[in-house]
């Protein structure tokens, strides 16, 4: 089925143009919003973490590190984990949200370049809607160079890894105070710290992946980049 839209007269040519402007608008607030929700989660979580540290810092000073600040250290930082682990999976689902109205807007694009092709040359973004176009709207340098560094440390650099570092990083503090209360040497504390910090960081990433691995039917490529 062909995609091109056919010869149009002026007034229904002008027509068209605004009802993809208009959609194009109501992509761009729909991604603000997304955007302010993701901050507005950041801050939450960050906010949460920042309080509990406090309070288990005036509790050690009061305990000096005693069974009274592990039984108070270990439910408070289950708490901060769990609003940490459902703040990252929430950004990942907001990053797929934010995937899709990127390509939504490159569809568009696409729209305005069948109506006026010479406008093409203009374009900083993308007008095709499959991975490499999304990339390109969103300015990452990896769409023509992949196997280059900037697409190594892209991801590590995005919001939900690094709040996934510092969950994963709370998780280790949870069992290194349960060693610690089991009264462990400190060479166990250390390697059960280390090892949930590796565990929690790697199941997180998986799951986190596999979530934003499917896309759905409506966002199968209609305009696919040229790739060579």
Same mark, same amino acid.
């Given at each position: 089925?062909?995609?091109?839209?056919?010869?149009?007269?002026?007034?229904?040519?002008?027509?068209r143009?605004?009802i993809?402007?208009?959609?194009?608008?109501?992509?761009l607030?729909?991604?603000?919003?997304?955007?302010?929700?993701?901050?507005?989660?950041?801050?939450?979580?960050?906010?949460?973490?920042?309080?509990? $540290?406090? *309070?288990?810092? =005036? %509790?050690?000073? #009061?305990?000096?590190? /005693?069974? @009274?600040?592990?039984? &108070? +250290?270990?439910?408070?930082?289950?708490?901060?984990?769990?609003?940490?682990?459902?703040?990252?999976?929430?950004?990942?689902?907001?990053?797929?949200?934010?995937?899709r109205?990127?390509?939504?807007?490159?569809?568009?694009?696409?729209?305005?370049?069948?109506?006026?092709?010479?406008?093409?040359?203009?374009?900083?973004?993308?007008?095709?809607?499959?991975?490499?176009?999304?990339?390109?709207?969103?300015?990452?340098?990896?769409?023509?160079?992949?196997?280059?560094?900037?697409?190594?440390?892209?991801?590590?650099?995005? $919001?939900? *890894?690094?709040? =996934? %570092?510092?969950? #994963?990083?709370?998780? /280790?503090? @949870?069992?290194?105070? &349960? +060693?610690?209360?089991?009264?462990?040497?400190?060479?166990?504390?250390?390697?059960?710290?280390?090892a949930?910090?590796v565990?929690?960081?790697?199941?997180?990433?998986?799951w986190?992946?596999?979530?934003?691995?499917?896309?759905?039917?409506?966002?199968?490529?209609?305009?696919?980049?040229?790739?060579?």
């Amino acid at each position: 089925m062909s995609t091109e839209i056919p010869p149009l007269g002026r007034d229904a040519a002008a027509a068209r143009l605004q009802i993809l402007a208009t959609e194009h608008w109501s992509l761009l607030a729909t991604r603000a919003l997304t955007y302010n929700e993701a901050l507005s989660r950041v801050t939450i979580f960050l906010s949460i973490l920042s309080g509990a $540290l406090i *309070a288990l810092a =005036l %509790v050690a000073q #009061a305990d000096h590190f /005693g069974p @009274i600040f592990i039984s &108070i +250290a270990i439910p408070m930082l289950l708490i901060v984990m769990f609003v940490g682990v459902t703040t990252v999976s929430r950004l990942t689902a907001l990053n797929r949200d934010d995937y899709r109205w990127v390509i939504g807007m490159n569809r568009l694009r696409h729209g305005y370049v069948d109506l006026h092709p010479e406008l093409e040359q203009y374009f900083i973004t993308s007008p095709h809607d499959d991975l490499y176009g999304a990339l390109q709207t969103l300015g990452i340098d990896a769409v023509n160079a992949p196997k280059r560094l900037g697409s190594v440390i892209h991801i590590p650099q995005t $919001l939900p *890894a690094i709040l =996934l %570092v510092i969950v #994963a990083a709370v998780g /280790g503090a @949870i069992v290194a105070l &349960i +060693a610690l209360a089991t009264v462990a040497p400190a060479w166990v504390i250390g390697t059960a710290a280390a090892a949930a910090f590796v565990l929690v960081l790697v199941v997180m990433g998986a799951w986190n992946r596999r979530s934003i691995k499917n896309s759905p039917p409506s966002l199968a490529p209609r305009f696919p980049s040229p790739r060579g």
